[in-house]
């Protein structure tokens, strides 16, 4: 364990030595699906933190696909990374390729990213996690600090001030008060040598409550040249004033460090799997990084409504050997003021929310030689700037018991300046200041049907307007030389319809919805180590289908209280250029346009629990795989996986589990970048999904 973080863990270690007030670990049963519940009381949270079924219940009020997953869901399965967090996520698409680097994709947002996240803010305990241009890593998430995590789609995530295509996915962390258990121990091994320890601890005592948890994650990977180590920590102390006044500070760092395998060639991916890039093991490719953040949500509550203020700092500091070395240095910090209220309005229930955010950053951004993973003669050197300013409003009138009008908007002005001081003996450019500044307004109209207690109905329409961050900005020319390019903003008007609810032994959620962009941010791949570039296309067009559906199929079958569960996940992406002048009506590259996912658990009593043992088998199916270009002259192949998932709590609070994936050892392809014509450009673009794993776990909670 890494100095920086045994000090951030010995901060918050007198909080949590005294003695745990009296806590319940809640049934470990689990569903995909949200419960439909709207009444009954609410059980110990606090202001700043509600409890895990008054956030669920909050969730369920959106006129929208919003999705929720508490950590029962997660707590006895391996969740390595955030792909096996939201795989059971209708509308998602995680794309695998190492480590924790992913490609996360919601409606087409990101559709084309060849690295790291863009049109998705990741938000934890409802501040964002992502840099001031609006990038973001994965590898500051630890899935075992996660308390509940909520998907808010597009638009929908405009209530926490939001507005990309792709929406937000906020990670709640857990506080002594909403904690599963004062004690929780975790720990995992399994193919590839992968090992993985966390320890969370949680103590509340009289006004004042603490959490932390540590985990570290080691893993030598399936392909070679992709061992990873990663330590994080996430911690908060919270105090109470009084019963209407709370601060919360939060304190994390996440210490990463990544080799790089690289991209292959179609065959390689299938034929060889396991091999690096000739490129990758040349320059020692890896990305190591090191952050750290504190924050801080203070909440008072009045007769006239409540009242939350978010401040956070995020410091980052990378260090990333690829065709140059990139070595970045900066923070970000930002404030954040919330009202929320309830009125009546002519005799009608009425909700609205208020709030705004100021969010900056400062970037030192060098580059230098890759001499075998090591900085040569520097390159580039030079300083990017961000800074937002947003307003937002969200209303519910109630104009039924039954029925609610949901309107709101979102007001923003994006400053991205970009200084380039020239690059020491290499190239000589000066000292050149460029820039843009984006400013829109995002409207939001939306109408929610409580049909009954646990049937819903929705339907609405959104803007979304998602601006460039510093990687679209900043491009690698031919000659090596990083010149800045002003792109626009792609705007986007999506609508959407759906109903979610359970019926007997039925649940279900479904949505469909259609999304018209203009100046989509979309990337080609010119060389597989530089990092692909990014254009405005035209009008495009991405509609499809999110839908989650479960049924019980049988119950006291072979014994008293046992379950046999079917549910089944699947996603629809039509994602397609209109009357484009290069590509015409062509499908744009980057996603499948199916992706599902069956499940069949089958679950009984054991011991004290209800549902003490499972075995749950899933097939993962991608009937057709991505085009790789967006002249659709290539495309990945289909692939059909094989897994099992089984578990038994052997007493009350201690569970062993099993995960197997890919039992058929399939050769696939998990990820891909894209290219602009598969017939002359490069295609060593495509990421091989891992073979055959077996990972076992035991979590105590006491």
Same mark, same amino acid.
């Given at each position: 364990?890494?100095?920086?973080?045994?000090?951030?863990?010995?901060?918050? #270690?007198?909080? @949590?030595?005294?003695?745990?007030?009296?806590?319940?670990?809640?049934?470990?049963?689990?569903?995909?699906?949200?419960?439909?519940?709207?009444?009954?009381? #609410?059980?110990?949270?606090?202001?700043?933190?509600?409890?895990?079924?008054?956030?669920? /219940?909050?969730?369920?009020?959106?006129?929208?696909?919003?999705?929720?997953?508490?950590?029962?869901?997660?707590?006895?399965?391996?969740?390595?990374?955030?792909?096996?967090?939201?795989?059971?996520?209708?509308?998602?698409?995680?794309?695998?390729?190492?480590?924790?680097?992913?490609?996360?994709?919601?409606?087409?947002?990101?559709?084309?990213?060849?690295?790291?996240?863009?049109?998705?803010?990741? !938000?934890?305990?409802?501040?964002?996690?992502?840099?001031?241009?609006?990038?973001?890593?994965?590898?500051?998430?630890?899935?075992?600090?996660?308390?509940?995590?909520?998907?808010?789609?597009?638009?929908?995530?405009?209530?926490?001030?939001?507005?990309?295509?792709?929406?937000?996915?906020?990670?709640?962390?857990?506080?002594?008060?909403?904690?599963?258990?004062?004690?929780?121990?975790?720990?995992?091994?399994?193919?590839?040598?992968?090992?993985?320890?966390?320890?969370?601890?949680?103590?509340?005592?009289?006004?004042?409550?603490?959490? $932390?948890?540590?985990?570290?994650?080691?893993?030598?990977?399936?392909?070679?040249?992709?061992?990873?180590?990663?330590?994080?920590?996430?911690?908060?102390?919270?105090?109470?004033?009084? +019963?209407?006044?709370?601060?919360?500070?939060?304190?994390?760092?996440?210490?990463?460090?990544?080799?790089?395998?690289?991209?292959?060639? @179609?065959?390689?991916?299938?034929?060889?799997?396991?091999? $690096?890039?000739?490129?990758?093991?040349?320059?020692?490719?890896?990305?190591?990084?090191?952050?750290? /953040?504190?924050?801080?949500?203070?909440?008072?509550?009045?007769?006239? =409504?409540?009242?939350? #203020?978010?401040?956070?700092?995020?410091?980052?500091? !990378?260090?990333?050997?690829?065709?140059?070395?990139?070595?970045?240095?900066?923070?970000?910090?930002?404030?954040?003021?919330?009202?929320?209220?309830?009125?009546?309005?002519?005799?009608?229930?009425?909700?609205?929310?208020? =709030?705004?955010?100021?969010?900056?950053?400062?970037?030192?951004?060098?580059?230098?030689?890759?001499?075998?993973?090591? /900085?040569?003669?520097?390159?580039?050197?030079?300083?990017?700037?961000?800074?937002?300013?947003?307003?937002?409003?969200?209303?519910?009138?109630?104009?039924?018991?039954?029925?609610?009008?949901?309107?709101?908007?979102?007001?923003?002005?994006?400053?991205?300046?970009?200084?380039?001081?020239? =690059?020491? !003996?290499?190239?000589?450019?000066?000292?050149?200041?460029?820039?843009?500044?984006?400013?829109?307004?995002?409207?939001?109209?939306?109408?929610?049907?409580?049909?009954?207690?646990?049937?819903?109905?929705?339907?609405?329409?959104?803007?979304?307007?998602?601006?460039?961050?510093?990687? +679209?900005?900043?491009?690698?020319?031919?000659?090596?030389?990083?010149?800045?390019?002003?792109?626009?903003?792609?705007?986007?008007?999506?609508?959407?319809?759906?109903?979610?609810?359970?019926?007997?032994?039925?649940?279900? +959620?479904?949505?469909?919805?259609?999304?018209?962009?203009?100046?989509?941010?979309?990337?080609?791949?010119?060389?597989?180590?530089?990092?692909?570039?990014?254009?405005?296309?035209?009008?495009?067009?991405?509609?499809?289908?999110?839908?989650?559906?479960?049924?019980?199929?049988?119950?006291?079958?072979?014994?008293?209280?046992? *379950?046999?569960?079917?549910?089944?996940?699947?996603?629809?992406?039509?994602?397609?250029?209109?009357?484009?002048?290069?590509?015409?009506?062509?499908?744009?590259?980057?996603?499948?346009?199916?992706?599902?996912?069956?499940?069949?658990?089958?679950?009984?009593?054991?011991?004290?629990? *209800?549902?003490?043992?499972?075995?749950?088998?899933?097939?993962?199916?991608?009937?057709?795989?991505?085009?790789? +270009?967006?002249?659709?002259?290539?495309?990945?192949?289909?692939?059909?996986?094989?897994? !099992?998932?089984?578990?038994?709590?052997?007493?009350?609070? #201690?569970?062993?589990? @099993?995960?197997?994936?890919? @039992?058929?050892?399939?050769?696939?392809?998990?990820?891909?970048?894209?290219?602009?014509?598969? /017939?002359?450009?490069?295609?060593?673009?495509?990421?091989?999904?891992?073979?055959?794993?077996?990972?076992?776990?035991?979590?105590?909670?006491?």
């Amino acid at each position: 364990m890494s100095r920086s973080l045994r000090n951030a863990v010995g901060a918050l #270690l007198p909080f @949590l030595a005294t003695p745990a007030l009296a806590q319940t670990a809640p049934d470990p049963t689990s569903t995909t699906l949200p419960q439909m519940e709207v009444t009954g009381t #609410l059980p110990a949270g606090s202001l700043t933190v509600p409890d895990v079924e008054t956030q669920r /219940r909050e969730v369920e009020q959106a006129p929208a696909a919003v999705r929720f997953i508490p950590s029962e869901d997660l707590d006895n399965r391996t969740t390595l990374n955030l792909h096996d967090v939201l795989q059971d996520t209708p509308g998602v698409f995680v794309g695998t390729r190492y480590g924790a680097e992913l490609r996360l994709s919601v409606r087409g947002s990101g559709i084309a990213r060849a690295f790291h996240l863009r049109g998705i803010e990741l !938000l934890q305990d409802g501040i964002p996690m992502n840099m001031a241009d609006g990038s973001g890593d994965f590898y500051q998430i630890d899935p075992l600090a996660a308390r509940s995590v909520t998907v808010f789609p597009g638009g929908n995530a405009l209530s926490l001030g939001g507005s990309t295509l792709g929406g937000a996915v906020n990670f709640t962390t857990p506080t002594a008060r909403t904690a599963e258990a004062p004690n929780i121990v975790r720990l995992e091994a399994g193919s590839f040598g992968t090992i993985r320890g966390s320890l969370q601890l949680s103590r509340a005592f009289g006004n004042w409550d603490a959490a $932390a948890t540590a985990s570290v994650l080691h893993s030598d990977g399936y392909r070679q040249h992709s061992r990873s180590q990663y330590e994080m920590f996430n911690g908060n102390v919270g105090y109470r004033v009084n +019963d209407n006044v709370e601060t919360r500070f939060y304190f994390g760092s996440y210490i990463v460090q990544q080799q790089l395998p690289g991209s292959l060639t @179609l065959q390689q991916a299938l034929r060889a799997p396991t091999m $690096a890039s000739a490129a990758a093991l040349a320059g020692h490719q890896a990305r190591d990084v090191w952050a750290e /953040r504190i924050a801080n949500r203070t909440t008072v509550r009045t007769e006239y =409504g409540q009242f939350d #203020l978010d401040v956070w700092g995020l410091h980052k500091r !990378l260090f990333h050997p690829i065709f140059q070395v990139i070595a970045q240095d900066g923070w970000n910090w930002g404030v954040a003021p919330r009202f929320t209220t309830e009125f009546q309005v002519a005799g009608l229930r009425n909700q609205i929310i208020l =709030g705004g955010r100021y969010f900056a950053g400062s970037n030192d951004a060098d580059q230098y030689t890759n001499v075998l993973g090591s /900085r040569g003669v520097q390159t580039l050197r030079s300083r990017q700037n961000a800074q937002n300013y947003e307003a937002y409003f969200e209303n519910r009138l109630w104009m039924l018991p039954d029925l609610a009008l949901v309107a709101g908007a979102k007001a923003l002005r994006n400053e991205r300046d970009y200084r380039d001081f020239g =690059g020491g !003996l290499a190239f000589s450019r000066g000292n050149v200041a460029l820039g843009r500044t984006y400013e829109g307004v995002n409207p939001r109209l939306g109408l929610l049907w409580q049909a009954t207690p646990t049937v819903q109905a929705f339907a609405n329409v959104t803007r979304s307007m998602d601006v460039p961050d510093f990687s +679209d900005l900043t491009q690698t020319q031919a000659n090596g030389v990083t010149g800045f390019v002003p792109l626009q903003a792609q705007r986007a008007w999506t609508t959407e319809i759906g109903t979610r609810g359970s019926a007997g032994r039925f649940g279900w +959620d479904l949505t469909l919805f259609n999304s018209v962009l203009r100046g989509q941010l979309l990337q080609f791949t010119t060389d597989p180590s530089v990092p692909a570039a990014t254009f405005n296309a035209g009008t495009t067009v991405n509609r499809g289908v999110e839908f989650a559906g479960r049924v019980d199929l049988a119950q006291n079958a072979l014994m008293a209280e046992d *379950r046999l569960r079917f549910t089944q996940v699947w996603t629809f992406n039509d994602f397609h250029f209109r009357n484009d002048r290069q590509y015409g009506s062509n499908r744009v590259a980057g996603l499948p346009p199916h992706v599902l996912r069956s499940l069949l658990r089958y679950s009984g009593p054991f011991g004290e629990s *209800r549902e003490g043992f499972w075995v749950q088998p899933s097939l993962d199916w991608v009937p057709q795989g991505a085009w790789v +270009d967006y002249a659709n002259t290539q495309r990945a192949p289909s692939y059909l996986k094989l897994n !099992l998932e089984a578990g038994v709590q052997v007493r009350p609070g #201690l569970t062993v589990f @099993l995960d197997a994936r890919n @039992l058929t050892n399939k050769r696939y392809i998990s990820d891909l970048g894209t290219v602009t014509d598969a /017939r002359v450009a490069t295609t060593a673009v495509y990421y091989p999904g891992d073979g055959r794993s077996f990972f076992a776990g035991a979590r105590m909670a006491f």
